[in-house]
């Protein structure tokens, strides 16, 4: 029963390249989430989709920065012309449907974390 | 809008020493809140949480939280701590009625020394 899978674990840009981060959430979950997390503030909630929809992006930020999950296959997070703010464990996490769960009860990846250079 | 404050950022104890992580949500809402654990390198870890009822929630590996309503507050408690506990706790809170995405706290640090 695997957990919350994503890849890669650890990945390395020049600025100004894309990055493409990829979330398998646990088998029975519709529900992702992406989270950033910078040394010292802690994780900052970026966007949360179900199968084919983004339910809340408000975190996420205007530009260069895309979310999807689409109906097979995992969720991805697109950033487009990385810069070295960029640099930062994402972390993904997966609820199975909210109807029968009752509670937003995450269940998180391992991170992946992109270096830009 | 919902935020989270853990009040502190470094908390330094000595094994088998009793340790409270102090965490305060402000919020007008009924809210369910977390307990999340972050060992080095790795995801976060669900240590407990309070969705309703008793307000004492014992979760994992010894670790317990009190939920206080006028205080706003849900306070992360261990009577005797272990050098592997060693890791980042945060608390996190959620709006049931919304059912929108956990908001975090800045995080702890908790370091244990023999």
């Known amino acids: 029963n695997a957990g919350v899978m994503q890849n890669p674990r650890h990945l390395v840009r020049r600025r100004g390249q894309e990055a493409r981060l990829r979330c398998s959430p646990m088998?029975?979950?519709?529900?992702v989430y992406w989270y950033r997390q910078l040394p010292e503030e802690g994780l900052k909630f970026m966007v949360y989709?179900?199968?084919?929809?983004?339910?809340?992006e408000s975190g996420m930020p205007k530009e260069r920065f895309s979310a999807e999950f689409p109906k097979e296959g995992p969720s991805i997070l697109r950033i487009q012309q990385v810069v070295r703010g960029d640099s930062a464990a994402y972390f993904c996490?997966?609820?199975?449907?909210?109807?029968?769960?009752?509670?937003?009860?995450?269940?998180f990846g391992a991170g992946s974390r992109l270096t830009v250079l | 809008a919902q935020s989270v404050t853990q009040l502190d950022s470094q908390v330094p104890v000595f094994e088998e020493a009793p340790v409270e992580l102090r965490c305060n949500y402000s919020?007008?809402?009924?809210?369910?809140l977390f307990w999340y654990v972050q060992y080095p390198n790795q995801g976060l870890q669900l240590l407990l949480k309070?969705?309703?009822?008793?307000?004492l929630v014992k979760g994992i590996n010894g670790f317990e939280a009190e939920f206080n309503k006028s205080q706003t507050s849900f306070h992360l408690r261990k009577p005797s701590v272990h050098i592997s506990d060693t890791a980042e706790y945060f608390c996190?809170?959620?709006?049931?009625?919304?059912?929108?995405?956990?908001?975090f706290g800045k995080g702890t640090t908790l370091s244990v020394s023999s």
């Open positions: 088998k029975g979950h519709s529900h």
């Open positions: 309070y969705l309703s009822g008793s307000t």
């Open positions: 996490a997966s609820s199975p449907d909210r109807a029968t769960s009752g509670a937003n009860v995450l269940t």
């Open positions: 989709l179900q199968k084919e929809n983004i339910i809340d």
């Open positions: 919020s007008s809402v009924s809210v369910y």
């Open positions: 996190a809170v959620s709006d049931p009625s919304v059912g929108t995405a956990l908001i």
